[in-house]
């Protein structure tokens, strides 16, 4: 694959100067991903926001695009040729797969080995810094596992591309800006992997994200306890003081503007919420229910702790309503909107290595 020259970024980027280049990647090609990206970006007013490069399987899209009555605005190139976008879509086709469509709305392995194959060719461009940002549509757990690879989605897959060390799920909606201390982790197992490092994790990468990507000087975060009324001195759990009261102090050591823990039952109210440019949960649930309560088809994963920015939509492969033009392209759309914008806010910024990308790690 040739994204341009090798030794430096065909389209360097400033607040001024060029649209982002986007990579976005077409996910399961069994699933809907194919028709939330063709459904965004016959959007103009997305399309006007940057340049973009779909990973995927162009007969794919244009099936996506006929069910939905789009006329098809992109033009295509086989997978290895030279790209130069001024403007527009343009499709990498990677025709080699044929996995696609609906017809086999399934986890199959050839789905797995396809939404891998695209991911894996968006991580190298983006980290040579011939994307500004890359963009994923939904693949399936179960297609990577029978196309016999080891991570169980995207995170942990562009963890072990870009060489990070720490990385952490967060997600943007509804006013909210909120990472995990633990995302798939069953809530059972959790006091098993419950340490001071994990709650620090998220409150030093979010601190980075919030200062280098969404450009807040001086974030303030709050941080959600685990227990019932914050465990209340230990009656219901003592979590609270062992371990999260000390991952706060250690932030706080490290200069970051951090509170807690607070109850989470009160956190998420509009009164408390207000005070906070971000917030870090516990488990998965906990930061995910009052996201999607407020924008359920609208917010966004990103993926905190990596060099490159990487946005995702909140949803699955909907095997189920793949091919019926029924797919809300809402969070696609949104997923595009904000990696337009932290590539935009990023580029000035100069970022620590993978291995050291929190902000004082």
Same mark, same amino acid.
């Given at each position: 694959m040739t994204f341009g020259s090798p030794s430096r970024p065909e389209y360097p980027l400033s607040m001024d100067c060029a649209k982002p280049l986007v990579g976005i990647t077409m996910g399961d090609p069994a699933g809907i991903g194919a028709e939330v990206i063709v459904k965004a970006l016959s959007d103009p007013d997305i399309r006007a926001m940057g340049r973009f490069v779909i990973l995927g399987v162009e007969d794919t899209l244009a099936a996506a695009a006929d069910e939905s009555s789009i006329r098809p605005f992109w033009f295509s190139v086989q997978r290895d040729a030279p790209l130069?976008?001024?403007?527009?879509?343009? @499709?990498?086709?990677?025709?080699?797969?044929?996995?696609?469509?609906?017809?086999?709305?399934?986890?199959?392995?050839?789905?797995?080995?396809?939404?891998?194959?695209?991911?894996?060719?968006?991580?190298?461009?983006?980290?040579?810094?011939?994307?500004?940002?890359?963009?994923?549509?939904?693949?399936?757990?179960?297609?990577?596992?029978?196309?016999?690879?080891?991570?169980?989605?995207h995170t942990e897959r562009l963890a072990d591309g870009c060489s990070a060390k720490r990385v952490t799920m967060a997600f943007v909606g509804g006013g909210l800006v909120v990472a995990l201390a633990s995302a798939h982790t069953a809530l059972f197992d959790v006091r098993n992997k419950f340490t001071i490092g994990l709650v620090f994790q998220p409150i030093d990468l979010l601190a980075a994200a919030l200062e280098n990507w969404f450009g807040i000087a001086?974030?303030?975060?709050?941080?959600?306890?685990?227990?019932?009324?914050?465990?209340?001195?230990?009656?219901?759990?003592?979590?609270?003081?062992?371990?999260?009261?000390?991952?706060?102090?250690?932030?706080?050591?490290h200069g970051?503007? @951090?509170?807690?823990?607070?109850?989470?039952?009160?956190?998420?109210?509009?009164?408390?919420?207000?005070?906070?440019?971000?917030?870090?949960?516990?488990?998965?649930?906990?930061g995910l229910i009052?996201?999607?309560?407020?924008?359920?088809?609208?917010? @966004?994963?990103?993926?905190?702790?990596?060099?490159?920015?990487?946005?995702?939509?909140?949803?699955?492969?909907?095997?189920?309503?793949?091919?019926?033009?029924?797919?809300?392209?809402?969070?696609?759309?949104?997923?595009?909107?904000?990696?337009?914008?932290?590539?935009r806010i990023s580029s000035a910024t100069e970022?620590?290595?993978?291995?050291?990308i929190g902000k004082n790690s």
């Open positions: 130069k976008i001024d403007s527009g879509v343009v @499709v990498m086709d990677f025709d080699e797969y044929t996995a696609g469509h609906w017809i086999v709305a399934r986890p199959t392995a050839e789905g797995g080995r396809a939404s891998i194959a695209f991911l894996d060719h968006a991580i190298e461009a983006a980290l040579a810094g011939k994307l500004d940002a890359i963009v994923t549509a939904p693949i399936h757990k179960e297609s990577w596992s029978l196309a016999g690879r080891k991570e169980p989605g001086e974030p303030r975060i709050a941080v959600a306890a685990l227990n019932p009324h914050a465990g209340e001195n230990g009656r219901f759990g003592d979590e609270e003081k062992r371990i999260i009261e000390p991952a706060i102090q250690m932030a706080r050591n970051i503007a @951090v509170e807690g823990p607070f109850p989470a039952d009160t956190l998420f109210t509009p009164k408390r919420r207000s005070r906070f440019d971000g917030i870090v949960a516990m488990y998965h649930d906990q009052p996201i999607k309560m407020l924008a359920f088809d609208t917010a @966004v994963n990103v993926t905190l702790g990596l060099p490159i920015i990487r946005t995702s939509v909140d949803h699955g492969t909907a095997f189920d309503i793949a091919g019926t033009g029924a797919a809300d392209p809402g969070s696609m759309k949104e997923a595009i909107r904000l990696a337009c914008r932290l590539s970022w620590p290595a993978p291995q050291a």
